[in-house]
């Protein structure tokens, strides 16, 4: 009851809104150190804010929730304690340091060409959990390159989208049923700023059809060194409610609505580039890279700067193609972002002549082009990424070559070996996902950290896990506890959690997104042998699960409610549980005190899968297909290898062939040599194996390993091509625009009109006869490949070398030799190709023209 007995209504407040005290001047620096998130990987600040208040830290986790929700008194308190804010002082100066210092980039910088600026574009990031705007493994590898770029130095500009409801929040109805729900990011809550001029909000703005325009505003978010900005269409300037609503969710809506998401992402995250480089002058990017097909609008947008400053669309697609990087993450081509050309021409919006008021300046059928496939009336991302990239790049060795041969019509008459589609393997940040116990042992730099490791004795690396173990056991029991009061359950219903888990008991890992294709559900193949692994009365297992299904996915819903279910049957429930609301936060616990990290999707199409690299970061061995980045680094010393049925054409057949194979690995290996124990009581060959993998496998998995392996291999030549092709008023790539040109007229008359060959003295000399249409010799390069023949007279492992024009021949033809030693004895075999050649490409197949000799 209220006042004089009156009742008390629960009213929902029509708006929210914050309002923070003021921070006591000698506490000032708690600001900034709050709103750039570095502290997301620095624990000393970290520890800072706990201090502040233990109890909010430990809900929260977030800087800027304890500073609106702290007690003023608390922070008058603090403003008194010299040691403390002598402890703020010191740690902003550490970041005011770290923002300043010179790093690894500055000194590569000293003996290698490098770009001036990067611009990473990508559709999600997963920074941190107080900024939910990432759903899974694209965004979270995003989220750790630019935090591995902010440790290495680059000059790194990140671009996404800000997103009013995120990605959804996971719950679960009584019935294991997932339920999804969308609380509002407010941006005065959250680690960011809004770019301004005078002022006012700094805004982008698009063409739409009908004369509507779309408008965004940019907020800025400091990822160390790193900015990264997020266009935002939830604005009064927005009057259409379709296009006010256009960042309301992350992979949300139809295709309309996706396409508007893409659209906004390219054209606009190019024009807010722009403004910002314009405002805080800082360096313009020389480097353009497109994580995903979802960014492939910034080559069009690139052009139509381009074409507006005076170049022809031709050799404006050249600089743009130059200096743009394209990375697919997609194994499969259900993946790729595919849209109907009849949307996305109605969107370019041509005007009478076919110029496109979307992009003005450039006709709207040649950007159409940019997208085509084999099916007319589609336009595919990722063919639009690889036609503007001149570099493109899978996420694995294996990935990389899955992609070349998914992507192989796009290069006719090339072998996928040939498809100019490389790999830089994923890596993961360190700092971010090594729990502190682990850190404790090694410096602040992390390539100390695997000698660090090579010089603990047994029972420290084994008792640091039974802690980081036990660790894990208390959370599981909190968060199955919080979601089963979520599900409507009794606190005495949910008594039973207060002793889920055991934290002496080998603890397997399971989290990930609930695709089909990752087969959530194949460890309940046979349930009874699953329960009888379980429930070992000598040698028992316990495994935690998690992960989420899109909202549409009904399949991958189901196969949670699967699971669900199977974890509470009584018998089981303290040996298996399924935990909700996957994100960062509940990551960082699972990779830390899992013994084992499971993984067992349908091989090929892991592209990378970079939860299992967090794991053996934290010494967690690796149980998996070979498949994604495990299929390179797996050594038989860091986990264990689950023998694939690939082969197997019979989809059910093929499941049960692995899901035996896995239960074998775990009752005949695994489980058996985790519980191999000595006087001690440590397993010492597990400890070898986690020893092994902390030192051998961890530095091949790092984020930073990544970031400078997309330095050298790619952002420098990026860069390199960037600038010959502007060079001289853009004379590179005039030339190749007009090369390209020439080819278009001429490569249809270029033949191998006839080939000899010579054996003299144990060397084999050949020269072709090649018409080349009007072309000019030194424009083309004739190759000799030459190798081994298999039965079907394929040429494997060929040895290509160049062939030099010599003479013409009686009909004109120009005469191309070569005189070679064989590389090997046994059956052999040669032909001849030939190719487009030009300093500005970056590849013989890169424009997707050969010749081979004629079939006589």
Not at 413 to 429: C, E, K, L, Q
Not at 677 to 694: A, I, K, N, S, Y
Request: include cysteine.
């Amino acid at each position: 009851m209220g006042p004089g007995g009156s009742t008390v209504i629960a009213v929902r407040a029509f708006r929210r809104f914050t309002v923070r005290v003021p921070l006591p001047a000698e506490l000032a620096a708690l600001g900034p150190l709050s709103q750039n998130l570095r502290w997301a990987w620095h624990a000393p600040t970290q520890e800072l804010f706990a201090t502040v208040d233990p109890d909010l830290w430990a809900r929260t986790g977030d800087p800027l929730r304890v500073l609106a929700d702290v007690d003023p008194a608390r922070l008058a308190h603090l403003a008194a304690d010299e040691r403390f804010c002598a402890r703020v002082e010191q740690i902003h100066d550490e970041l005011r340091q770290y923002l300043a210092a010179g790093q690894w980039f500055d000194g590569f910088a000293q003996t290698h060409p490098v770009p001036a600026g990067i611009a990473y574009f990508s559709m999600e990031f997963g920074v941190s959990e107080v900024l939910p705007i990432y759903s899974g493994g694209l965004g979270i590898l995003a989220g750790d390159h630019l935090k591995a770029a902010s440790d290495l130095g680059l000059p790194l500009i990140g671009v996404g989208l800000f997103y009013r409801s995120g990605y959804f929040r996971q719950g679960l109805d009584r019935d294991g049923w997932q339920v999804e729900r969308y609380p509002v990011n407010d941006p005065a809550d959250l680690p960011m700023t809004l770019l301004t001029e005078d002022g006012a909000p700094v805004l982008v703005e698009i063409s739409m059809p009908e004369g509507r325009t779309l408008t965004a505003q940019i907020w800025v978010v400091e990822v160390g060194r790193i900015p990264l900005l997020l266009l935002d269409s939830d604005i009064a300037a927005n009057t259409d409610d379709a296009l006010r609503g256009v960042t309301d969710r992350l992979y949300g809506g139809d295709q309309e609505h996706r396409i508007l998401q893409e659209i906004l992402l390219g054209i606009g995250g190019m024009r807010a580039l722009r403004e910002y480089v314009r405002i805080t002058g800082r360096p313009e990017p020389t480097v353009f890279h497109m994580n995903e097909g979802h960014a492939g609008f910034l080559g069009t947008e690139r052009i139509r700067e381009l074409v507006a400053g005076g170049l022809d669309f031709d050799t404006a697609e050249a600089v743009v193609r130059a200096s743009n990087i394209f990375t697919t993450h997609t194994p499969v081509p259900a993946g790729i972002d595919r849209f109907p050309t009849e949307l996305v021409t109605r969107y370019l919006d041509a005007d009478e002549s076919g110029i496109s008021r979307l992009l003005p300046g450039l006709p709207a059928a040649t950007v159409v082009e940019l997208g085509d496939e084999a099916d007319p009336a589609v336009f595919n991302m990722a063919h639009m990424g690889f036609r503007l990239g001149q570099r493109s790049n899978g996420v694995s060795r294996l990935h990389g070559e899955v992609s070349r041969e998914m992507f192989a019509d796009l290069w006719p008459g090339f072998d996928a070996a040939d498809v100019p589609i490389g790999a830089v393997t994923n890596g993961v940040h360190g700092p971010t996902w090594v729990a502190q116990r682990w850190r404790d042992f090694a410096s602040s730099d992390e390539d100390s950290a695997p000698e660090a490791y090579a010089a603990l004795p047994d029972e420290t690396i084994w008792s640091t896990h039974e802690r980081l173990r036990a660790d894990l056991v208390d959370e599981v029991r909190r968060r199955a506890h919080a979601s089963g009061r979520d599900r409507g359950f009794t606190e005495a219903e949910l008594a039973w959690t207060a002793d889920l888990f055991d934290p002496k008991v080998l603890t397997i890992g399971f989290a990930r997104r609930a695709a089909t294709y990752k087969r959530l559900t194949l460890m309940l193949r046979d349930p009874d042998r699953m329960r009888r692994i379980l429930t070992d009365p000598d040698r028992p297992v316990q495994l935690v699960i998690a992960g989420k299904a899109h909202p549409a996915d009904n399949g991958g819903k189901s196969l949670i409610q699967q699971m669900v279910r199977f974890t509470e049957d009584p018998a089981l429930r303290d040996r298996i549980v399924f935990l909700p609301d996957y994100d960062i936060s509940m990551a960082r616990h699972i990779y830390a005190g899992c013994d084992v990290w499971l993984n067992n999707p349908v091989r090929p199409m892991e592209a990378c899968g970079t939860s299992g690299m967090k794991s053996a970061l934290n010494g967690g061995l690796n149980l998996s297909i070979l498949d994604g980045w495990w299929d390179e680094m797996a050594d038989g010393e860091n986990g264990w290898a689950i023998p694939s049925a690939e082969g197997v054409a019979d989809e059910n057949r093929r499941d049960d062939l692995e899901a035996e194979a896995l239960y074998t690995l775990l009752e005949e290996t695994v489980i058996p040599l985790f519980y191999d124990r000595d006087h001690r009581g440590v397993p010492t060959r597990w400890v070898e194996m986690m020893r092994h993998t902390l030192t051998r496998l961890g530095p091949k998995v790092l984020a930073s390993r990544m970031v400078r392996d997309y330095t050298t291999e790619l952002y420098c030549p990026a860069a390199a091509a960037f600038e010959a092709a502007c060079a001289d008023d853009h004379s590179g790539a005039r030339d190749l625009a007009a090369y390209r040109r020439a080819l278009e007229t001429s490569w249809g008359s270029v033949l191998i009109a006839g080939v000899e060959d010579e054996s003299l003295d144990g060397e084999l000399r050949v020269a072709a006869h090649v018409g080349l249409g009007g072309l000019d010799p030194e424009t083309v390069r004739v190759q000799l490949v030459l190798g081994r023949v298999d039965d079907e007279g394929e040429i494997v492992e060929p040895a290509i070398t160049d062939m030099s024009p010599t003479e013409r021949d009686a009909s004109g033809r120009t005469v191309f030799a070569v005189t070679v030693t064989p590389p090997a004895s046994g059956h052999l075999g040669y032909t001849v190709r030939v190719l487009p050649r030009h300093d500005q490409l970056s590849h013989d197949a890169e424009l997707g023209l050969v010749r081979y000799p004629v079939a006589g």
